[in-house]
């Protein structure tokens, strides 16, 4: 295999020389990525949906907290206009990091019951600052992918966003660990202090953790010479991106795949909790292994795109991904541990991961990407919220061993088997360069 770094020809000394500053600038923003992960790792939208819960979520609250940041993203269409109006994208990128870093820090204070705000507040508080530091986070990052798309050669991009993607899970299983210790630790250390302590100092920490993330990108090259880095006509260029076919059927896709989440999106947060009795500890080491698996995964899958495409790469992915809610299907009480086949088949994800990161920038004019990546996020967010509410609401009003709870838990798991499965033709309709 030849090296990502250099061309096959030996003479081509000009691209030995761009070699050596992709180099640092992709261990640069790999480190990041790491470091980003643990922190993420440590605050998970598990760990919410748990803290929450603790605090009196029911099914359309569980919704809810996964969907207002879903909503609140499409705020992020305006990003291509901020970061224009900024000046700077790296400036932008790391203020917009250090600012979520902040609110995600503030968030156990606020959320705490008997805290700074009433008790009966305590839920709506977390809800408020889950879904602002997510808005944060993603003008932020829609900076750093063009930024990183402005990095990557596209010969090997897929390689590259391959490699990012193994450190981002390789990140999450430190995090996520981490979790677990402190989680496990405080019940020895405290055993009878409340549930969702140890949850909300679990947030306290990561949230530093991720904004010392930030330091590796004060290093990675500026890069500020290049087209993209302050978008053109912001707001014309967004609704051009609406209007673009080729991207528009990798928009359609990525609806499609958040409408088939958001079907399933809160009873797998719930399911394992109410109906199967698994703990917090459970899940997490489930999910610990699928993040293993991902991180094994990925790099090879970014040979693949290089070498095959992304979308032939994403299509298999596809498929393996969509047999996921069969398994929760399968699972009861008695036979709760079919729910691990669930969290085996998304390793398969890694090949969804790479494919979209490794498309939205192919697919987006290399001279002005920004607000093509904003159209990209922010639509299919908005429809996977929608989806999200939709579902928490059927779950809301019944009780959690309920025979007509367990029908309609059914219900959506086969749904959002099948509406997986056909996001596997949506893939076959996006024409990859």
């Known amino acids: 295999m030849d090296s990502p770094w250099r061309s096959p020809q030996s003479s081509d000394h000009s691209s030995a020389r761009r070699s050596g500053p992709v180099r640092r600038a992709m261990v640069l923003a790999n480190l ?3 470091l980003w992960a643990v922190g993420n790792g ?4 598990m760990l919410v949906i748990f803290l929450a819960m603790e605090l009196g979520a029911a099914g359309l609250a569980v919704s809810w907290i996964l969907a207002a940041p879903r909503f609140v993203g499409l705020l992020r269409l305006g990003t291509p206009a901020l970061i224009a109006r900024f000046g700077d994208r790296k400036k932008f990128c790391l203020v917009g990091f250090l600012l979520s870093g902040l609110v995600l820090w503030a968030m156990p204070f606020l959320a705490a019951p008997g805290g700074w705000v009433a008790t009966s507040g305590s839920l709506g508080a977390l809800i408020v600052c ?11 990052t829609i900076a750093l992918w063009s930024w990183l798309g402005d990095s990557m050669p596209s010969r090997v991009r897929g390689r590259l966003v391959g490699r990012r993607e193994q450190w981002l899970v390789l990140g999450r299983v430190v995090g996520i660990g981490a979790s677990v210790t402190l989680s496990v630790g405080w019940s020895y250390v405290a055993p009878d202090a409340p549930a969702w302590e140890p949850l909300a100092w679990s947030a306290t920490v990561g949230a530093p953790v991720m904004m010392l993330a930030m330091l590796p990108l004060f290093f990675l090259p500026q890069l500020a010479r290049r087209p993209s880095a302050s978008p053109r006509t912001p707001w014309r260029s967004t609704l051009s991106a609406l209007r673009d076919p080729a991207y528009g ?3 359609v896709y990525s609806c499609w795949l958040a409408l088939a989440n958001g079907i399933t999106g809160a009873a797998q947060n719930m399911y394992p909790r109410y109906v199967l ?6 899940l997490v080491g489930l999910r610990s292994i699928m993040f293993t698996g991902q991180s094994l995964l990925a790099p090879e899958v970014g040979r693949w795109v290089d070498r095959w495409g992304a979308r032939r790469t994403m299509i298999a992915s596809q498929m393996v991904v969509a047999t996921g809610p069969i ?5 009861t009480p008695s036979q709760r541990w079919w729910v691990a086949g669930a969290y085996f088949v998304w390793i398969a994800y890694a090949g969804l991961n790479v494919g979209l990161d490794s498309l939205k920038l192919q697919l987006a004019p290399g001279d002005n990407n920004a607000p093509h990546l904003a159209v990209y996020h922010a639509v299919s967010d908005l429809a996977n919220g929608g989806t999200l509410l939709a579902a928490g609401l059927f779950l809301e009003y019944l009780r959690d061993d309920d025979t007509a709870a367990l029908q309609l ?4 798991f086969l749904v959002g088997f099948l509406a997986r499965l056909l996001a596997t033709f949506f893939v076959w309709r996006i024409r990859e360069p």
């Not at 009795?277 to 459970?282: I, K, L, P, R, V």
């Not at 398994?327 to 699972?331: G, P, Q, Y």
């Open 32 to 34: 990041n990525a790491g």
């Open 42 to 45: 440590l605050v998970s939208t």
């Open 130 to 140: 889950w879904s602002v530091y997510h808005l944060l986070e993603y003008m932020a």
């Open 249 to 251: 059927r990798l928009v």
């Open 277 to 282: 009795g698994m703990s917090y500890h459970h």
């Open 327 to 331: 398994f929760f299907w399968l699972a």
């Open 409 to 412: 838990y059914a219900m959506l």
